[in-house]
């Protein structure tokens, strides 16, 4: 339970430094960005794996860039689900993605699988 409150709380500051580089994009209210986090975990959880197999072919083509699109899509559809989440469109939708993204990447470097902070310590033999 600890790791999914983490990586909730890390893709709301993903969307929350989404929102405020893409200019269409907003929340009316910090509940409204934090259930726009939890809801986009559940929908990547759910929904995500499933566009992703039906669209396979499309993905192997394009290199994998199509995973934009369904990025993209899966944030669309949170938005339509919630009425405070403002999203301008399509490009609005893959640009935000991107930077959700890339927030998710960097934090969870710091993150073990457990959802914990983890720290690596090395230690040097001096001879």
Same mark, same amino acid.
């Given at each position: 339970?600890?790791?999914?409150?983490?990586?909730? /709380?890390?893709? $709301? %500051?993903? &969307?929350? !430094?989404?929102? +405020?580089? #893409?200019? @269409?994009?907003?929340?009316?209210?910090?509940?409204?960005? /934090?259930?726009? $986090? %939890?809801? &986009?975990? !559940?929908?990547? +959880?759910? #929904?995500? @794996?499933?566009?992703?197999?039906?669209?396979?072919?499309?993905?192997?083509?394009? %290199?994998?860039?199509?995973?934009?699109?369904?990025?993209?899509?899966?944030?669309?559809?949170?938005?339509?689900?919630?009425?405070?989440?403002?999203?301008?469109?399509?490009?609005?939708?893959?640009?935000?993605?991107?930077?959700?993204?890339?927030?998710?990447?960097?934090?969870?470097?710091?993150?073990?699988?457990?959802?914990?902070?983890?720290?690596?310590?090395?230690?040097?033999?001096?001879?």
């Amino acid at each position: 339970m600890h790791g999914f409150l983490v990586r909730t /709380l890390i893709t $709301a %500051l993903g &969307l929350w !430094i989404a929102a +405020a580089i #893409v200019p @269409p994009m907003e929340f009316t209210s910090g509940w409204t960005l /934090l259930g726009a $986090a %939890l809801l &986009l975990g !559940i929908v990547n +959880a759910l #929904v995500r @794996p499933v566009i992703i197999f039906l669209t396979l072919p499309i993905t192997i083509l394009s %290199l994998g860039v199509f995973l934009l699109v369904i990025n993209a899509a899966m944030l669309g559809l949170v938005a339509a689900m919630l009425d405070g989440f403002v999203l301008g469109g399509f490009f609005s939708a893959i640009f935000a993605s991107i930077i959700v993204s890339l927030t998710s990447w960097f934090a969870s470097s710091f993150i073990g699988p457990r959802g914990r902070i983890e720290v690596i310590y090395r230690h040097r033999h001096h001879d």
